[in-house]
């Protein structure tokens, strides 16, 4: 019924309040593991390979990835941090930031690519972005191919099909392995900042403060993309 509707937004609320506060004073339980929840994209091209360290130098903290489209997974005690791009603050969850997600023109090694001048550019649903990244009327000026999904952008240009925007977040393992380059002289832009959530209660314990920091070091190291194309965008 729709009384029952209203009465129910704020008894979620308070459920929610109250798996905050216990969770901001519960000891955790010697080999429970922890679960870290993050959008699967993030989960398995930054996410996964960051902890990769730490859990050879931690092995006795089990850690678990889950799904996350939001901070309800920690609302509702099912993960004890939630990875989530633009939640800067929330009103019961201790916000850390992590990494900035830079975008910027990036192609295949010269080796087995046009010249990134004549090439083609790959966008999926991200023009504005290249707008920001091509400033003047760049972007419109020249030839496009767009793709229903990005990782398919990304493997034309890894393939030396053209120019795509390359995440420094999502295409790390490219980037590493030097499937893709960024273009000698074009800017990066801002595509999204990460921050990491959960009960503020829980950053002063010893497993939580050791991910986050661990987290918060390997956000600020970044992605090296010394490696530059000579021709530009």
Request: with cysteine; charged share 20%.
């Amino acid at each position: 019924t729709d009384a029952g509707q209203r009465y129910l937004i704020p008894l979620r609320a308070a459920f929610d309040a109250i798996s905050i506060a216990t969770q901001s004073v519960a000891p955790r339980t010697t080999g429970a593991e922890m679960v870290i929840a993050a959008p699967a994209d993030f989960a398995v091209n930054w996410l996964l390979p960051t902890l990769g360290g730490f859990r050879a130098t931690h092995p006795s903290l089990e850690l678990k990835l889950a799904d996350a489209t939001g901070p309800d997974v920690v609302l509702r005690g099912r993960a004890a941090i939630a990875i989530l791009p633009g939640l800067s603050s929330h009103p019961e969850l201790a916000a850390t930031h992590l990494v900035d997600d830079r975008r910027f023109p990036a192609t295949a090694p010269a080796t087995s690519a046009p010249p990134a001048g004549d090439a083609v550019l790959l966008t999926a649903d991200d023009e504005q972005l290249w707008r920001q990244a091509l400033p003047g009327g760049g972007f419109d000026t020249r030839p496009h191919m767009a793709f229903a999904r990005r990782e398919l952008a990304v493997r034309a240009a890894e393939l030396g099909r053209g120019v795509v925007l390359a995440s420094s977040v999502e295409d790390a393992a490219s980037l590493m392995a030097g499937r893709l380059v960024p273009v000698d002289t074009a800017p990066d832009v801002l595509a999204a900042s990460w921050y990491a959530l959960c009960p503020p209660g829980r950053l002063s314990c010893p497993e939580e403060r050791a991910v986050l920091d661990w987290l918060v070091q390997a956000g600020a190291a970044g992605v090296p993309v010394e490696t530059k194309s000579p021709t530009a965008a």
